[in-house]
């Protein structure tokens, strides 16, 4: 089992559509997740940072963190096509880790 | 990618010859990271460094070095290339070794013939 999953897609949604986009992962030393948006041939633009579990909402992306399911999801809402990119998960143990566990990345395109 | 510079930012070369990629941040972190990423596997940590001349071997470090003898710049060489090392390469720095935010730069593509 790998460390962290995360569905491919591709993911292609209507504009305005609600996007829901998740990673599932089976270390429990986990505490710090973050979600990377990569535009194509860019590199990843870090977009949402999360301690522990929760909720962190900033404009119109939701970040939750379910750490009893070991589950992380990303909500955007009203897409627009700007928001056509791939969606890299990424997770850490925090102090003295130094490592960054990723995802494999979402392809999200939202269709005007 | 403010404040992360990568060159080049293309490069082709044969099988066989040393390549160097180098990463250049002007924020002043102390953690540097360079990751390859390529369809199906995601971003790999190949090196990293917490300090100047001090660096550590990530998940797929065979074949590859770095160095990092000043604060902003961290190199990495591939000692003798092969087609296997075709790949686009990212650099990333981070204030912090906790692993909690880390922050990239445009890019390499490198492609081995």
């Known amino acids: 089992q790998k460390e962290v999953e995360q569905d491919p897609g591709p993911l292609s949604v209507p504009e305005g559509a609600i996007v829901s986009l998740n990673c599932t992962y089976s270390?429990?030393?986990?505490?710090?997740f973050m979600w990377y948006r990569q535009y194509s041939r860019k590199g990843p633009e870090l977009l949402m940072y999360?301690?522990?579990?929760g909720n962190k909402e900033d404009g119109r992306f939701t970040a939750q963190v379910d750490k009893s399911s070991k589950y992380i999801s990303l909500f955007i809402r009203d897409s627009q096509p700007s928001d056509s990119a791939t969606y890299l998960c990424?997770?850490?143990?925090?102090?003295?880790?130094?490592?960054?566990?990723f995802g494999k990345g979402t392809k999200l395109s939202v269709i005007p | 990618d403010a404040g992360i510079t990568q060159s080049p930012r293309h490069k082709v070369t044969e099988t066989g010859t040393p390549v160097t990629l180098r990463c250049h941040q002007t924020?002043?972190?102390?953690?540097m990271y360079w990751y390859r990423q390529d369809p199906g596997h995601g971003l790999r940590l190949i090196h990293y460094?917490?300090?100047?001349?001090?660096?550590d071997k990530g998940e797929v470090s065979d074949g590859y070095s770095v160095s990092r003898s000043k604060t902003e710049d961290f190199l990495l060489t591939l000692e003798s290339a092969t087609s296997s090392q075709t790949s686009v390469y990212f650099c990333?720095?981070?204030?912090?070794?906790?692993?909690?935010?880390?922050?990239f730069g445009p890019g390499t593509r490198l492609l081995v013939l």
């Open positions: 990424a997770m850490s143990a925090g102090a003295g880790s130094y490592q960054l566990t």
């Open positions: 999360t301690y522990s579990s």
């Open positions: 990333a720095i981070a204030n912090s070794g906790g692993g909690e935010t880390q922050y």
């Open positions: 924020e002043n972190h102390r953690y």
């Open positions: 270390n429990s030393a986990f505490q710090y």
């Open positions: 460094s917490y300090g100047v001349k001090d660096t």
